[in-house]
């Protein structure tokens, strides 16, 4: 196209990121579908009847739980009180909220103290108040407080073991919500007569709101016998605490599900909005833009053997999609860690794929078009500061890195050092939001 300018793949990549995660910030999100005029509240499609004496009591846990908080206090100005329990660090000084700072991905004492003084708070509640959720990832580890008959180390023990062994985040909340007194609905149920709404930024495969932040204002149609099943098939059971086995075989015995009435939940954004918002940049690019998948799940190794083949059928085949392209996923992927290096998953993906790029080079498939990227959307990848990376054959060839160092990076967990080293990390910095990972490959 006359008068087009291309881009470079990394700037491409830069601006995927920007656009996909500024898409999904509280910011963005509540702009419009958040307003106070006259009686009534608008609320992301529900519509609440809120006279001059109705107040707030707002709960906002997760990641993205300070900038959803201060986007509500600028709405409801002296009308809301609340709490907020994140794991990220205070940067906005919300009025009239109490700001509590938790444990992540573990929870910690400060979880259970948070969860602790919000189940006194939601509790305390008037008869007229409205009781306002706002949940995102990260709100399980934020507010736990451990069931009856197991301790605070009896479950962390549990969800260490779930996380260094790879399993699915859905699997994972199943635990902590049948080892929780607040998970599953049960906060919620603190206050059956109030009017309650829940609005829920997704950080999980499919947006199934009992699964984010283990679903404490939503009815759980699990049971602790799905637990001690899950727990059991995966010969977890002898790895683990003798009492949390017992709660859960009690808990089994005496179950009843959690009703709730008068409650609205709204999941707000997911990664497929964050997914769209990325296309526009491609197709804005005049790019051949694809979305493939945004419910992406697998180990990394998978992933990389799966984006490697497509950059394969794309470059040199002109197969799916014909270059110049842009091809997304969004997901989660899972990495079952044995190294004590730095990284995460994204940039662990990252760096397996270029490990594929230099060996598919070494047969004579050379994909010299094609960079692979990969980002986490809260902006921290694993135990780095980095959101992600990206990487292509040119960087190898500029490096001249060797492919035994790649693998010696791969095989410690030291992503991150790689990266950093030589190029290609992408850094964010807490992006007060969370919608899982996007990935892809960019093919010029």
């Not at 900038?67 to 609340?82: C, I, K, P, Y």
């Not at 859905?170 to 929780?180: D, G, M, V």
């Not at 598919?360 to 135990?383: H, Y």
């Amino acid at each position: 196209m006359i008068g087009f300018e291309p881009i470079s793949p990394p700037e491409m990549i830069r601006r995927v990121v920007a656009a996909s995660v500024d898409s999904i910030r509280p910011s963005s999100l509540f702009k419009k579908k958040f307003s106070l005029t006259g009686d009534r509240l608008s609320a992301f499609g529900a519509n609440i009847f809120f006279p001059s004496a109705r107040n707030v009591r707002c709960i906002a846990i997760g990641k993205a739980a300070e900038a959803m908080a201060a986007e509500v206090a600028g709405q409801l100005d002296g009308r809301v009180t609340g709490i907020i329990a994140t794991p990220v660090e205070s940067h906005m000084s919300v009025p009239n909220f109490r700001f509590l700072k938790t444990g992540h991905p573990l929870p910690d004492q400060s979880s259970v103290s948070a969860g602790e003084e919000i189940y006194e708070f939601v509790r305390s509640s008037g008869s007229e108040d409205l009781l306002l959720f706002l949940i995102s990832g990260g709100g399980s580890a934020s507010i736990f407080v451990p069931s009856d008959g197991i301790t605070l180390e009896d479950a962390r023990s549990v969800f260490d073991l779930l996380l260094r062994n790879a399993v699915s985040i859905t699997n994972i909340n199943l635990l902590r919500r049948h080892l929780s007194k607040l998970g599953g609905g049960k906060l919620a149920a603190v206050s059956p007569g109030n009017q309650k709404l829940s609005l829920i930024i997704s950080d999980v495969v499919g947006d199934d709101p009992t699964s984010i932040a283990s679903g404490p204002t939503v009815s759980d149609y699990s049971t602790p016998y799905d637990a001690l099943e899950f727990l059991e098939k995966n010969r977890f059971t002898g790895k683990i605490p003798a009492s949390v086995v017992k709660t859960l075989e009690r808990s089994a015995k005496v179950y009843e599900r959690v009703e709730l009435k008068n409650n609205i939940v709204h999941v707000i954004a997911s990664n497929r909005d964050a997914l769209k918002a990325a296309e526009c940049v491609g197709n804005d690019r005049h790019l051949n833009t694809i979305v493939l998948n945004s419910r992406y799940t697998g180990e990394v190794a998978e992933a990389a053997e799966f984006l490697a083949s497509m950059a394969v059928e794309i470059q040199l085949n002109s197969s799916i999609v014909s270059p110049p392209a842009l091809v997304l996923f969004g997901g989660e992927t899972v990495l079952k860690v044995s190294g004590g290096g730095i990284g995460g998953r994204n940039q662990h993906l990252v760096l397996t794929v270029l490990r594929k790029f230099v060996e598919l080079a070494q047969k004579g498939k050379v994909l010299d078009r094609a960079t692979v990227f990969s980002i986490g959307t809260d902006g921290k990848d694993g135990n780095s500061d980095a959101a992600g990376a990206f990487a292509s054959l040119e960087m190898v060839s500029k490096i001249r890195v060797a492919e035994d160092e790649i693998l010696k990076y791969l095989s410690e967990y030291d992503s991150n050092s790689f990266f950093r080293k030589y190029g290609g990390l992408i850094e964010t910095g807490p992006t007060d939001t969370n919608v899982m990972d996007i990935f892809g490959l960019v093919i010029v």
